[in-house]
């Protein structure tokens, strides 16, 4: 199969969801998961006035990303712009790559359930500025925030901080260490009359984690600056932290050490409150990682009541139904 066929039969697959998707307004969806739809290496995004194509591997040239674009389109009775972003290895000297057009280039607003959130194809990083598989992350906390005081670490752009401040969250603290990311979220929740209700911190996220929990701070150098916060019990966490990174406060493994972020977001949380937690390595194997978390909250004093999985929606399909992206609702 070609991948313009490979792109339509994605598309056609996704005909249940993609109704459902525009009734709840939502117009922003991933139309071809290359990894799990026979075409590796290759993506390709809706956001809401525009389209994102991204290529792992080998690029796309030129021609192949305008013939794709108005496959979707002709597919989805549209008229969108589209751009590509290449993020594998460098091409060849001699390599033509596709030229967006200033309409595909501009600032777009994406929707979902109603929300509007901001939209660049391109910017200074290399993510896009709303992960769509988290997609059904953002409807549960949203389900869940009514009246709660929500922690979302690891923010990014607070897609998810912006839900629960829909959801009717009486405080949302968003932290991350890029100022840049967050002046996004900030701008989310401007777009959504959502401002008062939200905070955004500009932090590492372990030591305001460990502040939180009551627990003291860790730190390679004696004299290194951080943030300081006030012990404050949360309702709900959102744990949505990186693969590995290394920090002056510590080391992120999510492979290897979850427990020294399960444990301290345990710890921030009021009675009864829950952890939304996640891990996108697709190696790790989800029923072990249920176990991991089970048995840190019980070494914490601090049981889980229940653990739920959350499903990914079907615009990320998988070989055999475990998606890379692990969701977790824990409560206590």
Known sequence: MTLRERLLAAIDARRPLLTRLQAEGTDCVRLLHGVAEGAPGVSLDRYGGCL??????????????????????????????????????????????????????????????????????????????????????????????????????????CGIGVAA?????????????????????????????LADRCAFLRADCLPVLRQLAGLPVQRRGKNLPHARVEREPFDLVVLDPPRRAKTPFGTID?????????????????????????????????????????????KAGRPLRSLERVTVDADFPSFDGKPPLKLALARI
């Open 52 to 157: 994102l194509a991204q290529t792992f591997r080998a690029p796309l040239p030129a021609d192949e990303v305008e013939a794709l674009g108005r496959a979707a389109n002709d597919a989805l009775g549209l008229d969108l712009p589209i751009a590509c972003n290449h993020r594998g290895p460098a091409p060849a000297a001699d390599f033509v790559a596709h030229a967006p057009t200033d309409a595909a280039l501009a600032e777009h607003t994406a929707h979902e359930r109603g929300l509007r959130f901001c939209f660049r194809a391109r910017h200074r990083g290399q993510d896009p500025w709303l992960f769509l598989d988290f997609r059904s992350g953002r409807a549960l906390v949203q389900q869940l925030a009514a009246g709660r005081r929500v922690l979302n670490l690891f923010a990014y752009t």
């Open 165 to 193: 401040a829909a959801g009717g969250a009486s405080r949302v603290l968003n932290v991350d260490f890029a100022q840049s990311a967050l002046d996004v979220g900030a701008a989310n929740a401007a777009a959504n009359g």
């Open 254 to 298: 999510v492979v290897n050490d979850y427990q020294s972020l399960f444990k301290p977001a345990l710890l921030a949380l009021a009675d009864g409150g829950a952890v939304l937690a996640t891990n996108h390595v697709p190696t790790v194997d989800e029923a072990a990682w249920h176990d991991v978390l089970r048995r840190c909250a019980e």
